[in-house]
């Protein structure tokens, strides 16, 4: 993995985290960084959901794939 795909930087771990922080009662902290999140996208649990996320956003592209590296927390748990 070379993190070029052209993907930038997505919120994708937090949603993913979201159900954990809240119950934790981080979610505070979080928003104390200035972390926020979308109440109506619920979380991410599964591969259809990470899915369907990535194509509600409204993202641009860093740029071709392999011109550009981007580090991404994409949780990988769901791309197997």
Do not use: C
């Not at 505070?28 to 979308?38: H, P, R």
């Not at 259809?48 to 550009?68: I, K, N, R």
């Amino acid at each position: 993995m070379t993190h070029s795909s052209g993907i930038p930087p997505l919120p994708t771990l937090f949603y993913a985290n979201k159900n954990s922080i809240e119950i934790e009662g981080s979610k505070e902290q979080y928003e104390a960084m200035g972390i926020t999140w979308d109440e109506e996208k619920g979380s991410i649990e599964t591969n259809a959901d990470l899915l369907a996320f990535l194509a509600d956003l409204d993202y641009t592209l860093l740029g071709e794939p392999g011109q550009y590296m981007s580090y991404s927390n994409v949780p990988t748990r769901f791309l197997v």
